[in-house]
């Protein structure tokens, strides 16, 4: 099985950098998917990272270390419209369906005027 | 737009109804997907379709019955549920289901289902 901890609230203010933390422990890691999801809407695919080190997307990245099991998601100039919630999901061992992507709780952030 | 829609996007029933949601991808994916979102827990993951097979099924109740026509349509069969049933039900698809474990899957805006 596996363990996927991400904060369950965080805060910011407009304009700020904010940074959401994943652990996670897994008997086989084939990579780790980023989405974020508004109220009442799909998740949206943010970012994947199989290998060690810093993706970049915009005002997106996403750092993965898997010695640490540790990956994080780091917002910048942050907009009133990234609040949401933040799913962090980790591609498991492969089994007889193929790759098991098994999501954490989500991150609930709030961006503040 | 996601290419993945949803209906109905709200549905309340009964215990003893019959219901069914339904679920079309307009990416040309191989393979669908049905995952449940309740408040404070993370999403799981109920079935995987490839190529209209179901390749699995993550211990779901017999109350919840998928049906898979083609690659392109999916539905999930409601009967005699249980107020715990009451959540958001995500469909969503991908390219493959068994191929690079960099899959992207894209989810449709689910449908909320309340069960009184």
């Known amino acids: 099985g596996q363990n996927i901890d991400q904060p369950t609230e965080m805060t910011a203010t407009e304009g700020a950098i904010v940074q959401i933390n994943c652990t996670y422990q897994?008997?086989?890691?084939?990579?780790l998917f980023w989405y974020q999801q508004h109220a009442g809407e799909a998740p949206t695919f943010l970012s994947y990272?199989?290998?060690?080190g810093l993706e970049e997307k915009g005002r997106f990245s996403s750092f993965l270390s898997r010695s640490k099991g540790y990956s994080y998601l780091l917002l910048k100039e942050l907009q009133m419209k990234d609040s949401a919630s933040y799913l962090c999901?980790?591609?498991?061992?492969?089994?007889?369906?193929?790759?098991?992507?098994?999501f954490g709780k989500g991150t609930s952030l709030l961006v503040t005027p | 737009e996601t290419g993945v829609t949803q209906t109905p996007r709200h549905l309340v029933m009964g215990m003893t109804n019959k219901k069914s949601l339904k679920c079309e991808q307009h990416?040309?994916?191989?393979?669908m997907y049905w995952y449940k979102q309740s408040a404070k827990k993370p999403l799981e993951l109920m079935f995987v379709?490839?190529?209209?097979?179901?390749?699995e099924n993550n211990s779901v109740p017999s109350r919840f019955s998928p049906e898979c026509p083609n690659s392109s349509h999916l539905f999930l069969h409601l009967h005699t549920l249980q107020p715990e049933d009451s959540a958001l039900y995500l469909c969503a698809s991908s390219p493959n289901a068994v191929q690079a474990s960099g899959n992207t899957i894209y989810f449709g805006e689910g449908s909320w289902l309340t069960v009184v």
């Open positions: 379709y490839s190529l209209e097979e179901r390749v």
């Open positions: 990272n199989v290998l060690d």
């Open positions: 897994t008997s086989g890691f084939n990579g």
């Open positions: 999901a980790v591609c498991g061992p492969r089994g007889d369906s193929g790759y098991a992507l098994n």
């Open positions: 990416l040309g994916h191989n393979a």
